[in-house]
């Protein structure tokens, strides 16, 4: 039962570093994932004096707890120093952050490399990934080869200080993504990170595996509220295979993005606190749905058309959404199923055993597992 | 809805086409604005009828080089992201672009130098068939030069054009603070309306907007600058104003999908947020329409036959807010060009969908009448 679990309920706080020269752009992608900036607003961001914190709630009691470190070279030089095991200690991920711009690109692998040197120090089991930012400034012609040599160098470094490779105390692999605030590949490299940050996407996806069977749905996709990032994703192969937006995800993400903007100033809202009850999409070829799941996440559900079928699996979200919030929000006391939300989950039934034994086997994995594609 | 980009054809090289047009403009006849229209003293409700111009609506932008004239028919009717304006070039000749849609917006640009009294140009080619002439001036700039030159344009088309529109766009106000681009506003209007009324003619069929291609600004001025020119428009908004009080709706929008244009509206008072959201909501519809609009294969045989049962389902949209108290939004479509889109009053749409789904079904069949689709 849910209460033997108790273990893994109590919230995961994950230490995320974001580190890189002054001036990257850090802070400006973190004001855009996470407090609603639009791209054109970051101009006004000052630089970043020691380190700003911000903690985010995520699935499955994930606290996300983000360093966006200054990047100045004193700040730097401190850390490196004497704030050196406060800060590299206990990581799960750093980002670091290379301005594609930069005419000092050796001084810039020189600086990541004693920053590296510190992570693998005092926490050689942490992730790396490093973001190519400002990729809008490269014309579009010369992005990839620009990208691939840039990765390469800094991927040799990685390797020199620890990070990836095969044999005994490796780090792990390091991964890179290209990335601007003008476009989506922003949402794209953030959505790895929280991937690879959330504690149960393995019990997660099998929840949402069985309730896309019971909706019959083409598609469901499992995202954060205030930043709009997915979590994860389960597709039939048929779309997988056939949809032509292989970057849906990240095009969702900054779609929902600016409708909550919008809504924000229509309202007059906060942008943080705009959210929809629902939103819905019906047309000929396919249903969409948008609904809450639990208390940070949205699931958008894509459907084929027909009314019935969407008001039955309106009814199964509502539904599930006591057996998701399991997962979210920790709780003391052993659960009472609703048996009348089991019954009601129509075309298939629901089996809670099947739960119970995710949730046991995945007590015993470190969410160690990165994004895949699921069919 | 359709999911094609607007046609492109900005070609100012090609002198023949450019023939064509203004022969076009040449040959096209008017009908005359009933009487009911011709009460409203702007509303011209004169779609140019030409016998091969069909029901296009043609507006012409005028004004100084560098004033946005190329930047808004771009942004407007081709997508064209604000920010790539700035590698806009000069425009050499009279160009026109057409946007095919709801209905085939023609939109043309007579480059700032042209001086169209020359005899070099037939001013009946090129105003003849004109609903609105927009007159564009920057507001960041200059613009005492720019006036003198809007001032004879009025007087000209006054009396050679009675029938056509002068749209003056105040434009580039992204970069101006709220109190500068007021009194600039007010400025320039003041002016003109002076002048005018020095030189008789009060009765111009001058209007001013405020506008910016860095926001829907732009949208909703040529927006109204297109209603005026719609013959249906009184109909539509008394159409939209029954829809509006047997709904319980705030504000409804007629939308034209692919440039959100919107051709008409019910006509309780405003605020510039609620076309924004609503012209919003098209967005997300029609971007996640592009992403999961697509013909999947059969499954169990069964998918064949729902997919004609249900093909023709209008698109509907609907948002709902989390915060009790405020509004929900409302969108569906009219026929594969027109949208409404709605602002709902209260926030329960479930109890009241089907009397939604009654009235807005007996508008839609108003709106074919109006429009004689089959
Ligand atoms: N062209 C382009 N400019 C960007 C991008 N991201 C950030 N910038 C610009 O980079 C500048 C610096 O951004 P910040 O986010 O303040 O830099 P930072 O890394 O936080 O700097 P420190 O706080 O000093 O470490 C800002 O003026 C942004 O406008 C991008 O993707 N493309
Ligand atoms: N800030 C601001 N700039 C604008 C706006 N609209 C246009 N511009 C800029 O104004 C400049 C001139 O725009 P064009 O559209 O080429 O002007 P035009 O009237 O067609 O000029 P000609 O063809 O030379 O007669 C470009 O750099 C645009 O980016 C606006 O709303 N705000
Ligand atoms: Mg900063
Ligand atoms: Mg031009």
Redesign the pocket.
């Known amino acids: 039962m849910m209460s033997t679990g108790s273990s893994s309920k109590r919230q995961k706080q994950r230490k995320v570093l974001l580190m890189g020269k002054s001036g990257a752009g850090k802070s400006s992608m973190r004001s855009i994932v996470f407090s609603n900036y639009v791209a054109k607003d970051v101009r006004r961001l000052g630089a970043t004096i020691d380190v700003e914190h911000s903690n985010i709630r995520f699935m499955g009691n994930l606290m996300l707890n983000l360093w966006d470190c200054g990047g100045q070279d004193g700040f730097t030089e401190s850390y490196l120093t004497h704030q050196r095991s406060h800060v590299f200690a206990s990581v799960a991920v750093l980002i670091f952050v290379f301005d594609v711009e930069s005419r000092e690109f050796n001084a810039d692998l020189i600086n990541y490399a004693s920053i590296i040197r510190a992570l693998y120090e005092h926490s050689p089991g942490a992730k790396i990934f490093v973001l190519i930012h400002k990729m809008d400034l490269i014309a579009s012609q010369h992005r990839t080869s620009m990208f691939n040599e840039r990765s390469e160098h800094i991927r040799q470094v990685s390797h020199d200080e620890g990070f990836g490779g095969k044999g005994e105390g490796r780090g792990k692999e390091v991964e890179f993504w290209g990335t601007s605030i003008w476009d989506q590949s922003l949402y794209k490299a953030w959505t790895r990170v929280i991937y690879f940050l959330v504690p149960n996407a393995g019990v997660i996806e099998g929840l949402l595996r069985q309730l896309a069977d019971v909706v019959e749905a083409h598609e469901l996709i499992l995202y954060e509220r205030t930043t709009c990032l997915m979590v994860t994703h389960i597709s039939r192969p048929y779309e997988t295979e056939g949809n032509k937006h292989p970057d849906r995800f990240e095009k969702l993400s900054a779609i929902l993005k600016a409708h909550k903007q919008s809504v924000a100033k229509h309202t007059g809202m906060p942008a943080g606190s705009a959210n929809f009850a629902e939103l819905q999409i019906k047309t000929g070829e396919f249903m969409f749905l948008i609904t809450r799941l639990t208390e940070n996440t949205n699931l958008a559900v894509v459907l084929p058309s027909g009314e019935a079928r969407y008001n039955a699996a309106r009814i199964n979200i509502a539904l599930a959404r006591e057996q998701f919030g399991e997962l979210d929000i920790p709780t003391g006391k052993s659960v009472q199923r609703d048996r009348a939300a089991e019954a009601a989950m129509t075309s298939r039934s629901y089996d809670p055993k099947m739960y119970e034994e995710m949730m046991r086997r995945h007590q015993d994995e470190d969410g160690e597992r990165v994004g895949s594609s699921y069919g | 809805m359709p999911r094609n980009a607007p046609s492109k054809d900005i070609d100012t090289s090609n002198n023949e086409r450019l023939m064509r047009y203004l022969q076009d403009l040449h040959q096209a006849d008017h009908p005359d604005p009933s009487p009911e229209h011709a009460a409203s003293r702007f509303h011209t409700g004169r779609v140019p009828n030409g016998r091969q111009s069909g029901n296009k609506p043609r507006l012409m932008?005028m004004?100084?080089?560098?004033?946005?004239?190329?930047?808004?028919s771009?942004v407007v009717f081709h997508k064209l992201p604000?920010s790539e304006?700035?590698y806009?070039?000069?425009?050499?000749q009279i160009s026109q672009s057409s946007m095919h849609s709801f209905m085939d917006f023609q939109i043309a640009?007579l480059?700032?130098?042209i001086d169209f009294f020359s005899p070099d140009f037939d001013q009946a080619d090129i105003f003849g068939n004109i609903g609105a002439v927009i007159w564009?001036i920057?507001a960041?700039d200059q613009y005492l030069d720019a006036l003198t030159q809007l001032l004879n344009t009025i007087t000209y088309l006054a009396q050679e054009w009675p029938n056509i529109n002068v749209e003056v766009f105040v434009?580039?106000?992204?970069?101006l603070s709220e109190d500068f681009k007021n009194d600039t506003f007010r400025d320039i209007r003041q002016r003109i309306q002076d002048e005018l009324s020095d030189l008789g003619y009060d009765n111009a069929p001058v209007s001013f907007h405020q506008?910016?291609?860095?926001d829907h600004s732009?949208f909703e001025a040529i927006s109204k600058v297109i209603q005026k020119l719609l013959p249906q428009l009184p109909t539509l908004e008394s159409l939209l104003n029954s829809l509006c009080s047997s709904c319980r709706i705030q504000k409804a929008y007629l939308f034209d999908i692919l440039s959100k244009i919107y051709i008409a509206s019910d006509t309780s008072p405003q605020d510039t947020t609620s076309y924004e959201v609503c012209s919003d909501l098209i967005d997300v519809v029609v971007d996640v329409g592009e992403i999961y609009g697509w013909a999947r294969p059969p499954v169990d045989g069964k998918t064949g036959d729902q997919r004609t049962e249900f093909n023709n389902h209008a698109c509907e949209s609907m948002v709902t807010m989390e915060k009790k108290g405020h509004k929900y939004l409302y969108l569906r479509e009219m026929n594969s060009y027109l949208a409404l889109v709605c602002i709902m009053s209260d926030d329960n749409p479930m109890e009241r969908k089907v009397l939604i789904d009654y009235n807005v079904g007996v508008f839609q069949e108003a709106l074919s009448k109006v429009f004689q689709w089959k």
């Open positions: 932008l004004g100084q080089r560098r004033s946005g004239k190329s930047s808004i771009g604000p304006t700035l806009l070039e000069t425009t050499t640009e480059p700032g130098h564009i920057d960041q434009h580039k106000v992204d970069g506008t910016s291609i860095y732009i």
